[in-house]
């Protein structure tokens, strides 16, 4: 017996011993890689010949990254010696002003170089390479214009098949050192950028399959905090695969105070066979308090803030009923005053049935949301524009334009609905601030990559980046009461154009929520499989130099519906408006 149990000591002990030499070498291998990947990304941003595209990021990494895994000390130190003397080109050093105030710095962060993984003569030169100038007037990598979208000479590869480690790393690679440089708020993020890199190398070397891929590039996605980012979600074809979509819910919802308020039913017959009712608050599903219950099935959202990503949770997708394996939920909810259980029947998406109810509501929507109109005249002298349902159709021609803006100048008020993305983005970067009588002026702090020192942020001063050059005002400055609504689907374009409209004159007033926290231009960074990475690529600021992203644009005046208001058929909001106007 004792034998027996020395014996079976000695074999745990093995196990242990084995487990933790591996473990160490896993560890030791993900370490070299991510120092190579931050190497590599600073030759290919930072370097004279990456500027000149001399640099041939891809081909070098690809053939590069499985030496880096097998190597030992001695051999990984040699190879990122190679690297810096045959890629760097000739450096040119400048005295970059690094506190300037036309330079945002924030994020510029080379600690990593100090990683005791790196010989000191290859800390020095990594260093020196921080300090390298471009004199050129463009990067090979960066766009030549501050608001350009598409990154430039990034291979998509679309014919990948998803299978080959390296490429899966070059993937992470390219995106990680995108937002590394050219993300004006990774000083902003919840987690450091070096951890994230550390955390997805194995991840991302461990994918076998498209879904996997997929689910990598939101794990990066989602770690940015950048509403921007939630684009990639349109991109997704294993979104079923990777949410768990089984089911959908028989109503429609919002997402209310971290609970789940039901707004209406797909049809009259789900809504007669359900226990819900209208303006139930679901506060608890199977035992799991709805605060915990959204916040897992949230993880994978990309979004700045909380409220883009009760947003999306509620969305077409219905991603609040996403990991779920049973279509009878037991919940609890709040019916005015009292607290009921209840059992709720989903619908089985792969059911054509069911496919066909909720298609069928959502046509519903589709067609009721084409009815509305971009401009309205409101009773006791109010105008309504509405930036998500006015399009460039509705633009008034030449001959039309006095008369545009001789009726807008006589209305008492003008409420601005930002509560969808602009349709037109010349209504508002020409045509109002001319038919207003407003000449173009900078309402904001811009910034864009500056290429001549990637990380850092050089603002931009010319008046074409915030408006028409080319604005003419033969009126005088209109006076009368600007109102602005705004919520979590005011985004990028909708807040930029938000901060223009709330200083057209000294009579506006927002009135809404926090919106999407992503103003400025979204950069578009092709990945292997013909992906798009996205991520915000301007920096955004207040006049006052205070921050946008992750905030949003703060309204004078705070709406937050009610659950009356959420299922109710008006739009309180606007209503709320209203009432503001006729008290003033």
């Given at each position: 017996m004792k034998k027996y149990l020395f014996n079976n000591f000695i074999f745990l002990l093995f196990i242990l011993l084995v487990n933790n030499v591996y473990g160490n070498v896993n560890s030791t291998t993900n370490e070299r890689t991510k120092a190579f990947i931050?190497?590599?990304?600073?030759?290919?941003?930072?370097?004279?010949?990456?500027?000149?595209?001399?640099?041939?990021?891809?081909?070098?990494?690809?053939?590069?990254?499985?030496?880096?895994?097998?190597?030992?000390?001695?051999q990984f130190s040699a190879l990122i010696a190679t690297l810096l003397k045959e890629n760097l080109g000739r450096p040119e050093v400048s005295k970059i002003k690094v506190n300037s105030e036309s330079l945002l710095t924030k994020n510029i962060d080379y600690s990593w170089i100090n990683n005791r993984i790196f010989t000191g003569i290859i800390q020095k030169q990594l260093a020196a390479l921080t300090k390298t100038y471009n004199s050129g007037s463009t990067h090979y990598f960066i766009p030549n214009i501050a608001y350009e979208g598409e990154l430039p000479h990034e291979n998509a590869y679309p014919n990948y098949a998803f299978d080959n480690e390296a490429m899966n790393l070059l993937a992470l690679a390219k995106a990680w050192n995108a937002i590394a440089y050219l993300f004006p708020y990774r000083y902003v993020m919840d987690q450091k950028w070096k951890l994230t890199l550390q955390k997805l190398i194995p991840v991302f070397s461990a994918i076998k399959s498209r879904a996997a891929y997929e689910k990598s590039i939101l794990l990066l996605e989602s770690a940015i905090d950048d509403t921007h980012a939630s684009g990639f979600l349109n991109q997704v074809k294993?979104?079923?695969?990777?949410?768990?979509?089984?089911?959908?819910?028989?109503?429609?919802?919002?997402?209310?105070?971290?609970?789940?308020?039901?707004?209406?039913?797909l049809t009259d017959s789900l809504a007669k066979a359900s226990h819900l009712k209208t303006g139930d608050l679901i506060v608890s599903i199977n035992g799991i308090k709805t605060k915990e219950w959204l916040k897992q099935r949230s993880a994978l959202l990309p979004a700045s803030n909380q409220s883009v990503k009760n947003r999306l949770l509620a969305d077409n997708d219905a991603f609040a009923f996403s990991a779920i394996d049973n279509s009878t939920l037991n919940v609890r909810v709040k019916r005015e005053d009292n607290y009921l259980n209840v059992q709720v029947v989903l619908l089985e998406r792969k059911e054509k049935r069911a496919g066909e109810i909720v298609n069928n509501y959502f046509k519903q929507k589709s067609a009721q949301d084409h009815l509305v109109k971009g401009y309205e005249e409101l009773p006791h002298n109010i105008a309504l524009i509405r930036a998500g349902y006015f399009f460039d159709k509705d633009l008034p021609s030449d001959k039309e334009l006095m008369a545009f803006s001789q009726n807008l100048n006589k209305k008492k008020a003008i409420i601005f609905d930002m509560r969808k993305y602009p349709a037109s983005p010349g209504l508002f970067y020409y045509y109002l601030p001319m038919a207003l009588g407003k000449p173009a002026f900078k309402f904001a702090q811009y910034y864009g990559v500056d290429i001549s020192n990637a990380g850092a942020f050089v603002k931009q001063d010319g008046i074409e980046v915030f408006l028409s050059k080319d604005i003419t005002t033969t009126m005088p400055l209109y006076k009368g009461k600007i109102v602005i609504l705004t919520n979590e689907n005011t985004q990028s374009m909708g807040e930029w154009f938000t901060m223009m409209l709330r200083q057209l004159n000294s009579n506006t007033t927002v009135i809404g929520s926090q919106t999407a926290g992503a103003d400025g231009d979204t950069k578009h960074l092709n990945l292997p499989g013909g992906y798009e990475f996205l991520f915000t690529g301007s920096g955004i600021f207040y006049p006052n130099?205070?921050?946008?992203?992750?905030?949003?644009?703060?309204?004078?005046?705070l709406y937050q519906p009610s659950v009356k208001d959420l299922i109710s058929a008006t739009d309180m909001h606007l209503e709320k408006a209203l009432e503001y106007l006729k008290s003033k």
């Open positions: 931050q190497v590599w990304g600073l030759i290919k941003y930072k370097s004279i010949n990456g500027a000149q595209g001399k640099f041939n990021a891809d081909s070098i990494f690809l053939a590069l990254v499985s030496n880096v895994k097998a190597a030992d000390e001695n294993g979104l079923s695969e990777i949410f768990n979509l089984k089911y959908y819910p028989s109503f429609a919802y919002k997402i209310y105070q971290n609970k789940i308020v039901v707004t209406e039913f130099g205070k921050e946008t992203q992750r905030i949003g644009i703060v309204p004078d005046l």
